[in-house]
């Protein structure tokens, strides 16, 4: 290939007159003689290189954000036309004006609280397992595999795998509890447990995940770091509070993201495990979307585009957290 | 390294190590072994109420190939297949191109796009629900295994391009300009110079991916019904009605739908968490 200036920008023709005054071909560098795209590559190949990512992103993700906002307004059964309502489908979601809140609405929110409070457990855990794991003994490494393979095993197994161990009378949850001699107890059948159950499940595999996090994190603890502190006589938790923790900051941030973001996504086990019930007392808002509008009692799209909305914007808040902190490390790098 | 290692403490400790180890493993796989010890128990013995005592016979063999010979269950994983593969491919093509032009040039609003890949990453999955079920519908795709690859395609391109994008910025920049300097097409340093440096977190990706796609039950629930397009996290709950409490099937049924991903990972595992961990160490 024939040698060729870079075409970019007006600091490339000083360069091109420097490379000529050493005698190098100057026949191709006549910029008359190049075409629109080769004088604009540098330009032009990044936009070129976006676009099919950037069209498929926007069909799937960006502009269906918007219309759900769009559809939130209206009532539709997701067949025949939209009619336009206004703000009703949140007056009834929120319970503005003479109605009262909606209490499917109101167990959803605050069982998705309870998701988020309890799922966070999974950082703290994550950790504990990773510093039992952090040896070097024989056999280590298929340890940390096998401790963290629940993570990789699907939500919907998962939810299996734990109803069938919560069963009244054939889980193993109950055999072991009555080698104790307690009392069998249904975990799913009871309304004042069964969310509680299935977080516990959900806490499963994310702990596993936080644990491999932490691992990887540990790894690149700094050991003469570590050396200087126990020299000057640091250890057990106060190592690890003053000296560990703040160099494992970039894991714990990445734990608490996904944590949350799972914890708010919950939907699977919730759908797998009871459905929602008993009584509704399981529901979260992804679920309860997802049952208003796809429901057998018909397609209330509307207002379950409402929900969803409310559920971007709790979503949102964190997003917009995560968002700021990774803004600030670009700065930094730059 | 913290905590200190085991060499260096009393001998009683690292034997107490040794020992607990093996125990905190069985109890953390607990309910997991449970389903395994289930799915190769005769039917008999959950009609005798032997549930958690030895097997009376050894019926792995009766019991898995039921769940292949007798139901939906080989439809279900080919269906999985057919969904993950493509988008497997779909996105990391996408990705590594976005990746590229967010990571190698300087442009008017390239943080923004690339911020706007990491948000759309992280919304909920129910805002985008009703207009991609109607879009689906409307392009005559719903319950096609093409609307689930188009729709996951698009969705994971987010995250994989923030993977991407974070990896090319870690090249060594000088590379390119070399190339540059010696006249090489912008197109021919994607192939030619950047590709080939990609390869550990190509891997990586799309052993994610794959994981990820192969566990999806939200969309497969949304755009999807019947054995014709549904993939095996959905199909398992037709698997289980058909089977209603005959736990030794349902149990070897979790156990063939969950294991794809698992051998994935046990052998790709280096690469797996290399993906995963992206960022866990600055």
Known sequence: MRPQLNPSANRCMVFACVKSAEGHDMSSLTPTSRSWYKRNEIALTPWLFLFPAMLFFAVYVIIPIGQSFWISFHQWDGLGEKTYIGTANYERLLGIGDQNIDRKFETSFWNNLKWLVLYLLAVPAGLF???????????????????????????????????????????????????????????????????????????????????????????AVDPEQVEAARLDGAKGYKMLWYIILPQLKPATFIAFVVTIIGALRSFDLISVMTNGGPFGSTRVLSFYMFEESLSEFGFRMGYGSAIAVVLFFIMLGFIGYFLYSMWRDEKGAR | MFPTPIAKKSRSYQLTYQAVLPFALILWLLPLIAVAMFSIKPAADFANGNYWGWPSSFEGFTNYGKVFLESNMPRYLLNSMFITIPTVLGAVALSSMAGFALGIYKFKGNLFIFFMFIAGNFVPFQILMVPVRDLTINMGMYDSIQGLVLFHIAFQTGFCTLFMRNFIRALPFPLIEAARVEGVAEWRIFWYVVLPLMKPALAALAVLIFTFIWNDYFWAVVLTQGPSAQPVTAGITEFNSQFRAAYHLMSAGSIVAALPPVAMFFLMQKHFIAGLTLGAVK
């Open chain 1, 129 to 219: 397992i990773a510093l039992l794991l952090n040896q070097t003994v024989r056999g280590i490494r298929l340890y940390k595999s096998l401790f963290f393979f629940p993570f990789v095993i699907s939500q919907v197994v998962v939810g299996l795998v734990f109803s069938w161990f919560y069963l009244p009378r054939e889980g193993l949850l109950n055999a072991i509890l009555g080698v104790f001699g307690a009392g069998p107890v249904n975990i799913l059948g009871d309304p004042t447990l069964a969310t509680y159950g299935i977080i516990a499940a959900g806490l499963w595999p994310q702990t596993a995940y936080c644990m491999i996090l932490y691992l990887t994190g540990l790894n």
